[in-house]
Every structure is written in C-alpha cells, then in structure tokens.
C-alpha cells in the first residue's frame, strides 16, 4: 500500500472549518484514501473515504486532487470535541474484505476555544 | 457507542500472571482484528481473523495467544509478559464482505495494559 505524509500538528479556532492535507504521491489506481481519528485514549473512528470524486459525510468533506496525489479533510465547524489524532491511510482495494490497514503518525489536530 | 466492547477497560498484571483480554462485536461482522498501540508510536496490527479462521499474524511473539470461538468473539491470552508489553490494546471488526468496497474498521475502546 502507497505511503502518506501528514504534517505531525496542526491548530484551528473553534468554529472554523479544519483543513487537513495528505500527501500521498505514490498513489496507485487501486488504492482509496481512507481517514480515521482516534480521539484520547479510544480506539479510531472511521471518517470517510474516496478513490478519485470528492465524498462528504455527516461528519466531513473529502477533497482528492485530480491527479490523486493528495487529499484534504474538510471538518467544516470544528468543535472541541474534534481535537483528536487524525490518520489518513492508503489502501488497495482487495477482492476479499480485510482490512489491514498500516496507521502512521496521523496529524494531532487542536481545536481552540 | 461503536458496537464493539472490549474488558475489561484497564489491567495490571505481573510478569508471571495469566490473563485474558475480551473483545464482542454486535455488528454481524466476519473479520475481527487486534492491534497494539504503544505510547507515542503507531497502532501495530497483531491478528487478523475472518470466519474465525486466523489469516494473520504480523509476527507476534508466542506470550501473546488469540482466539476466536466464534465470529462475535475474540481474546487475547497474555503469559509472561514483559514490561515493554505494556499498551493500550485494541480489538476491532469489519464486515469482511466478498468484493466489498465498503469495508471500514469499527474499534472498541481499548484495555490500557501495564505489566509490572
């Protein structure tokens, strides 16, 4: 599965929309860009994810570029309780559903009051 | 709540104990899986089960012993451990659908383990 590179932490004003890059430049066809958060001392929450159109949630937006070397994670009005880790994480498709998805370091995202 | 329960939530246990940790999933899922986080490091995947058959092991040492009665359970049997075992440990499961493009993890909150 390709590598991804996100900034290690980041800040938003409560309130305002968080943006969260992923580089993934290795990128192959078949792989989706899957993003997860793990709030403090819980197990991860799957956000969304996407192979090439933009999706939105409940929850988020996804932005893949057009060549799908990267990603953003749109939290459109961050709360407090979004302050959490957030990985994004790059997958091929399998024929079989199991998913061993490889977490990096994700990104510590700090939402101030 | 994400459907899946792990226990118990903490643990302390001496190297030489014997100890189980639980993991129950109410979601119908076929796949369940462990994964170790450690502080300040990524979550490693431990095992991987599907149909209750283990499909993987990503080289986990022997003191760490899983099992999968059926498909809505699965523990983790710790014997002699060692103090750099000590994490938070965490079960999840997936549908673990055919040809699925669907297939998302849902974690349960972990048991944070100290070994002492």
């Known amino acids: 599965d390709a590598k991804t590179t996100q900034p290690p932490s980041m800040d938003c004003a409560e309130g305002r929309a968080a943006n969260l890059p992923c580089n993934h430049s290795?990128?192959?066809?078949?792989?989706?860009v899957y993003w997860y958060r793990q709030i403090h001392s819980q197990g991860p929450q799957y956000i969304i994810h996407?192979?090439?159109n933009n999706e939105t949630n409940e929850m988020a937006s996804l932005i893949i570029t057009e060549d799908r070397k990267s990603s953003t994670l749109i939290l459109p009005h961050a709360t407090l309780r979004d302050t959490a880790v957030y990985y994004c994480?790059?997958?091929?498709?399998?024929?079989?559903?199991?998913?061993?998805?490889?977490f990096g370091t994700g990104t510590r995202l700090t939402i101030i009051p | 709540e994400t459907g899946v329960t792990q226990t118990p939530r903490h643990l302390v246990m001496g190297m030489t104990n014997k100890k189980s940790l639980k993991c129950e999933q109410h979601?119908?899922?076929?796949?369940m899986y462990w994964y170790k986080q450690s502080a300040k490091k990524p979550l490693e995947l431990m095992f991987v089960?599907?149909?209750?058959?283990?499909?993987e092991n990503n080289s986990v040492p022997s003191r760490f012993s899983p099992e999968c009665p059926n498909s809505s359970h699965l523990f983790l049997h710790l014997h002699t451990l060692q103090p750099e075992d000590s994490a938070l440990y965490l079960c999840?499961?997936?549908?673990?659908?055919?040809?699925?493009?669907?297939?998302?993890?849902?974690f349960g909150s972990g048991t944070q383990l100290s070994v002492l």
């Open positions: 999840a499961s997936s549908p673990g659908q055919v040809r699925s493009t669907n297939e998302k993890l849902f």
């Open positions: 290795t990128i192959s066809g078949n792989e989706y």
């Open positions: 996407g192979l090439k």
């Open positions: 994480i790059v997958r091929v498709w399998r024929n079989f559903g199991n998913e061993k998805l490889t």
């Open positions: 979601l119908g899922h076929n796949a």
């Open positions: 089960y599907n149909f209750k058959e283990q499909t």
